[in-house]
């Protein structure tokens, strides 16, 4: 870093190459990002999978706990 230069000045620099070098692939992950926050938040599932167990608040099912797999009807 140059003498003189704050750390905010310096980063902002990089932050602007970073964005001029790589816009397309920001925001096409962005895009993306948001499709799956609202799918997620609409309770949309893009293929249809239908769980393997039974899950029930509140009850241990051991060290597996919160995990749940998936196949396609």
Partial sequence: MEPG????????????EIWEKDKAVILISLFLLLVLVLSNHYDYRICNCTSTEKWQPGIDHGARSGVHHFYHK
């Fill in 5 to 16: 230069k704050t750390h905010a000045s310096f980063i902002k620099k990089m932050a602007r």
